[in-house]
T-cell receptor, first 112, second 114 residues
C-alpha cells in the first residue's frame, strides 16, 4: 500500500518568512495530493491540492509543487502570519484507492 | 450548506464498555470515511463506504470495531469492549464520490477510555 512520509515534524519561522513542508510517497499510482490544515481542537480543512497532471499550483500565499519522478511534493507558504500556525498534513491517493494516506503532520509555529 | 457533523463531541467511557459514534455526512455525498487520530499522530484510515457497495473495512484495527451506514447517509462506528489504546479522536469525512474528490471532515469525537 501507499506510504507517505512528511518532514519536518515541527517548524518555527519568523512572521513574514517562508515555510516549506516536504512529503514523499511510495505508490507511483497515486495521482491526488491534498494538504490539510488543522488548528488546535478543530477539524482538518483542505487548503490546497494538486493532481498529477500539473507540476505546481498556487493560491495566494500558498503553493504546492509535485515531482512525480522523484515521488515527492511540497507545500510552500510565503509571507507567513501568526494565523498560519497549525498542524499541516499532506496526503496521497489514487485511482481505485478508497482512502487518503496521510503523513504524520508538521506543527508550524509562526513567531510574531 | 451544512458540513459533516459528528456526535458526541466528547465521550468518556470505562474500559470494557461499548461506545457508538455517529456521523452525518454532507447531503448528496455518496462516499463516507472514518479515520482515527491518536495524540500527535496523523490520520489512520479505518473504513470506507461508497453508496450501496460493500464497505472497505481493511483499516479496522480489530474485530471489536464495526461500522454501519444506513440508507446511504448516516454512519455509526461501534467499538465493543473498549480498551485504553482506543482513546483517540475519531474523524468522519465525506466526499461526493471518490477518495480523490475533496474529502470534508467533521469535527471529530474525542474518545477517552479510562
Amino acid at each position: 500500500g501507499e506510504n507517505v512520509e512528511q518532514h519536518p515534524s515541527t517548524l518555527s519561522v519568523q512572521e513574514g518568512d517562508s515555510a516549506v513542508i516536504k512529503c514523499t510517497y511510495s505508490d507511483s499510482a497515486s495521482n491526488y495530493f491534498p494538504w490539510y490544515k488543522q488548528e488546535l481542537g478543530k477539524r482538518p480543512q483542505l487548503i490546497i491540492d494538486i493532481r498529477s497532471n500539473v507540476g505546481e499550483k498556487k493560491d495566494q500565499r500558498i503553493a504546492v509543487t509535485l515531482n512525480k519522478t522523484a515521488k515527492h511534493f511540497s507545500l510552500h507558504i510565503t509571507e507567513t502570519q501568526p494565523e498560519d500556525s497549525a498542524v499541516y498534513f499532506c496526503a496521497a491517493s489514487g485511482t481505485g484507492a478508497n482512502n487518503l494516506f496521510f503523513g504524520t503532520g508538521t506543527r508550524l509555529t509562526v513567531i510574531p | 450548506g451544512a458540513g459533516v457533523s459528528q456526535s458526541p463531541s466528547n465521550k468518556v467511557t470505562e474500559k470494557g464498555k461499548d461506545v457508538e459514534l455517529r456521523c452525518d455526512p454532507i447531503s448528496g455525498h455518496t462516499a463516507l470515511y472514518w479515520y482515527r487520530q491518536s495524540l500527535g499522530q496523523g490520520l489512520e484510515f479505518l473504513i470506507y463506504f461508497q453508496g450501496n457497495s460493500a464497505p472497505d473495512k481493511s483499516g479496522l484495527p480489530s474485530d471489536r470495531f464495526s461500522a454501519e451506514r444506513t440508507g446511504g447517509s448516516v454512519s455509526t462506528l461501534t467499538i465493543q469492549r473498549t480498551q485504553q489504546e482506543d482513546s483517540a479522536v475519531y474523524l468522519c469525512a465525506s466526499s461526493s464520490t471518490l477518495a480523490t474528490d475533496t474529502q470534508y471532515f467533521g469535527p471529530g469525537t474525542r474518545l477517552t477510555v479510562l
